[in-house]
């Protein structure tokens, strides 16, 4: 297809529904677009340097104008014509990136700054090390496939539900980038089946590793006490910072950046964290609550789950660090706390509590909330005495 592009026409061309598309400038020789199913667009243009037909790539719309496109278009133009073609370095020859180079840059610039759970993603993105040397347009599907079937033999199935999700976002960026036409691994659905975890830590289990807290002392022991008694997240509990905290008050104020749902959230600390809180040590110049070095956050969950397990009966079902989460939420429920508080607790996004109003009534069901965890808090202590 060629016609006079415009910047009315580039805005409104459609994605491609099965396969890319072209299109091609009537002002400048060799200057396409092409559309992906995604709805991006990429400039290109062909030109013919010693009788070989080369397509290079000039760059996405609209990141690069159609006025920049064409000037460019028609510079490499005139370096062919003038045989200075290939004396010039920077001329961008299309090329994709290998897998091995396309990893750290998705980190940085995509995952890094959205995702906090980005270490994660990182992870399992070098499942697929064995592909790294291999350019992503050059990645087939089948090639994915045998790497999730090996994290599946190793009897790891969700694992491999997690790193086809993050091998797809990968592939998808860079289709928005222009990088490359399409993702091969698009039609790829997730290989193993999952089902949602419904457990809960019992009586037996919560007191057995509320003493062995006692045993492991800080930073992990106090730690423990307090990812069980305030129902939050791992990594939020882990990261606490000494700034967010008011003991005088009893409140912990975690911060947009910290929270996964992106949103301010407010935990009241019933007497009990605050006690335990208080009888911490700090780091000198640290603002991390629960550190080793005073530099950064403790790691090592899956050593501490190791040390925990022994401490268990060897028919304990398996459990994770959330569920002590879903263990909080089970708790005040039985002791007849309203679900939306429960929501309004654990900062879950079905809560009543969102968006705007989320912004300017941060401490909207303080007390609801303070009650709900002083409840809890009470009947944790019972457990564990018992």
Known sequence: MKQMLTTKSLDAMPPATTKRYEVRDQKVNGLHVRVSTTGAKVFYTLVRPNGARRR???????????????????????????????????????????????????????????????????????????????????????????????????????????????????????????????????????????????????????????????????????????????GQRRAEVSDMRWSELNLDEGVWELPASRVKNARLHIVPLPPQAVDILRSLHRFLDSDFVFTTTGRSAISGFGRLKERIAATLPENTQDWRFHDFRRTASTGMAKIGVAPHVIDAVTNHKSGVVSGVGATYNRYTYLNEKREALELWASDLMKIVNS
């Open 56 to 230: 290079i790539k000039i760059g996405p719309y609209p990141v690069v104008s159609l006025a920049d496109a064409r000037r460019r278009a028609m510079e490499i133009a005139r370096d062919v014509e003038l045989g200075e073609f290939d004396k010039i370095p920077d001329v961008p020859v299309e090329r994709a990136p290998s897998l091995g180079e396309a990893i750290p840059q998705f980190i940085e610039l995509y995952a890094k700054p959205r995702n906090k759970d980005w270490k994660r993603t990182e992870s399992v993105l070098h499942k697929f090390d064995g592909l790294k040397d291999r350019p992503i347009d050059q990645i087939k599907r089948q090639d994915v496939t045998r790497v999730l079937d090996d994290i599946i033999d190793n009897g790891t199935p969700t694992r491999a539900n997690r790193a086809l999700s993050a091998i797809k976002k990968l592939m998808n960026w860079y289709v928005m980038r222009g990088d490359i036409e399409t993702s091969p691994v698009a039609l790829l659905r997730p290989p193993a089946r999952e089902v949602a975890r419904d457990r809960v830590l019992n009586a037996d289990e919560i007191r057995t590793i509320w003493h062995h807290s006692d045993v492991e002392g800080y930073p992990f022991g106090p730690f423990l006490k307090l990812l069980m008694m305030t």
